[in-house]
């Protein structure tokens, strides 16, 4: 299993991002996904997640509303989609297998900073 997260950046409060996440070496269109972060110093939190076929999303209360969780499975991609960002929402984003982290990839770091 593979998993690579990109599009993190510097970005000002108030942005937007768009992160994608490649999967390889799984049924992707067969796996529920989520993206999940860890600020500097706490532990791993959930953020979002898509089911298999994109058609339902859950996201954590601090989330909804300013990001949105989606999916391509012809490219194996699944993506977060943030507006309206703040300095809480600073931390290296990964993808995952799982809602705890505990099958997270390689994450990209955001930081919300002016």
């Known amino acids: 299993v593979q998993l690579q997260a990109s599009g993190g950046g510097l970005v000002q409060p108030g942005g937007s991002l768009t992160l994608s996440c490649a999967a390889s070496?799984?049924?992707?269109?067969?796996?529920?996904m989520y993206w999940v972060r860890q600020a500097p110093g706490k532990g791993i939190e959930r953020v979002a997640t898509?089911?298999?076929?994109?058609?339902?999303?859950l996201y954590i209360d601090s989330a909804k509303g300013r990001f949105t969780i989606s999916r391509d499975n012809s490219k194996n991609t699944v993506y977060l989609r943030m507006t309206s960002l703040k300095s809480d929402d600073t931390a290296v984003y990964y993808c995952?297998?799982?809602?705890?982290?505990?099958?997270r990839g390689q994450g990209t770091l955001v930081t919300v900073s002016s």
């Open positions: 995952s297998l799982d809602r705890q982290g505990a099958t």
């Open positions: 070496g799984f049924r992707f269109n067969r796996q529920w």
């Open positions: 898509v089911s298999p076929d994109g058609g339902d999303a």
